[in-house]
């Protein structure tokens, strides 16, 4: 029987290695990193030997503890591994936020799909991950001639613990523009680029690609039978337990460096792609409105080195005075990609003010997200964001429907240790929060909006 599953999480900001009981879906054991991309080389990339040994190491170290069944894979999107005919990098695997495929910006955008096809929209630095391939095989075309795969992140790393090529629709439908989320087939800048020939095949998420490879079952500890199973990106594993057993409509945000909203079962809509709205595909390979914004970087930006704590009394100043933080702070991707942040009101707050009108800007942004998608029902927060009861109060207020806080420390995870499951209902658990009774919350939703309109007009 399988009840204990080890996952490997690897996100833009924290690796990390969490150990799920399926009996009762929670995690029992974590072990964390952090995750920052190396500067030297050729271009900034990620320290995949870094992480290798760390992914190793927690996986030898949670054996000891409880005994692991099983290993699940989850990652952040919009990477990619080149690797040659004996599984090593033909090239470093690139950041994304490197700004290097912008200079190839009109070249690419001279083959990619149209939004139509693929649900992309056109993003910048590295986010399309077909503009990386584009500029690696530009710029490194000697190395990117030795490659004999492409694969996604997360395969990459199950590749590394069975010794399987294989890729997965998740990763692949992550605004990477190679995949065509409709037809359930490789787009057409695959076939333009003559890359399907590095393609790995296609698998399921739940895909048992096979046992880990004899010298990590040695290196580790672990039965030479454990399974490793194919995996799948970060947002769809915590869409995941809310598929299999929540009725639509309904949806989930999920929070990390990225905060990503899904819809499922929502009203219909018109994506703009403009404002960073996307097509995604869950992990039973069905199309998923979605929106995003870099809520979880722009958290840590504004609270660096500041308290957390706040009083209902900071609340009530806040209000009164009309404090409000307009985006963005991260420029480039979300809503409103090319507004510039700015504050109202803000002269002499103390830090629980500051903390609050933060929290407050970031549901807010969210409430945005999940409009653009045509959310319906409850919103499922999962994540960091989930244990933060101003952003909660705030979107319940600003979209005037109920608000579930995950209590699932890493939502991520305990989708990806789904995959090693036979189990179709999830019971879900968290807080539900209402809309406030209390009129000044959406009072103060609707004059943030007025404000950022107004500042979009100023600005434009």
Not at 53 to 81: M, Q
Not at 294 to 299: A, D, I, T, V
Not at 408 to 426: E, F, H, K, N, W
Not at 428 to 439: L, V, W
């Amino acid at each position: 029987m399988t009840r204990h599953v080890a996952v490997i999480d690897i996100g833009k900001t924290n690796a990390k290695v969490a150990l799920v009981d399926l009996a009762d879906m929670r995690e029992v054991a974590l072990r964390r990193m952090a995750n920052a991309p190396v500067a030297d080389g050729p271009y900034p990339h990620h320290d995949v030997e870094l992480l290798w040994s760390f992914i190793l190491d927690s996986l030898a170290g949670i054996n000891r503890e409880r005994r692991i069944d099983a290993i699940s894979i989850t990652t952040h999107g919009a990477t990619g591994v080149l690797v040659d005919a004996a599984g090593k990098l033909a090239l470093p695997v690139l950041d994304y936020e490197f700004a290097g495929p912008d200079a190839l910006a009109g070249d690419y955008a001279a083959i990619r799909p149209a939004f139509a096809e693929t649900g992309t929209p056109r993003l910048p630095v590295g986010l399309n991950l077909g503009a990386q391939f584009f500029w690696q095989q530009r710029n490194f075309p000697a190395e990117f001639a030795k490659a004999a795969a492409m694969l996604m992140y997360p395969q990459y790393w199950a590749l590394r613990l069975t010794g399987v090529a294989a890729n997965e629709v998740t990763s692949l439908g992550c605004h990477t523009d190679l995949w065509n989320p409709w037809r359930a087939e490789f787009s057409s800048l695959v076939d333009k680029m003559q890359w399907r020939r590095l393609m790995a095949p296609v698998r399921p998420a739940k895909d048992r690609l096979g046992p880990i490879l004899p010298a990590l079952a040695t290196r580790t500890g672990l039965d030479p039978q454990t399974p490793v199973f194919c995996g799948l990106h970060d947002s769809n594993a915590s869409l995941l337990p809310h598929i299999l057993s929540d009725k639509p409509p309904f949806s989930v945000v999920s929070t990390g460096t990225w905060v990503v909203s899904m819809a499922v079962g929502g009203r219909k809509v018109e994506l703009d792609p403009t404002r960073d709205t996307l097509v995604n595909v869950n992990a039973l390979g069905d199309p998923v409105p979605s929106a995003r914004f870099m809520g979880g970087r722009e958290f840590s930006l504004l609270t660096e080195g500041q308290s957390e704590d706040w009083t209902e009394d900071d609340v009530e100043a806040v209000f009164a005075r009309a404090v409000l933080l307009l985006p963005a702070t991260q420029q480039g991707s979300g809503p409103f990609p090319h507004h510039v942040a700015t504050w109202l009101n803000a002269d002499a707050i103390r830090n629980g003010q500051r903390f609050a009108a933060v929290s407050f800007y970031l549901a807010l942004m969210t409430a945005t997200c999940l409009d653009l998608i045509g959310a319906d029902g409850p919103a499922i927060v999962e994540g960091p964001f989930a244990r933060n009861r101003l952003f909660t109060r705030m979107l319940a207020a600003a979209t005037g429907r109920p608000v579930i806080a995950s209590e699932a420390a890493t939502g991520t995870s305990i989708g990806a240790a789904l995959l090693a499951s036979d189990q179709r209902m999830v019971q879900g658990k968290g807080e539900r929060i209402e809309p406030p009774a209390d009129p000044a919350w959406a009072n103060y939703a609707r004059s943030w909006h007025a404000a950022v309109d107004a500042q979009g007009r100023k600005q434009t």
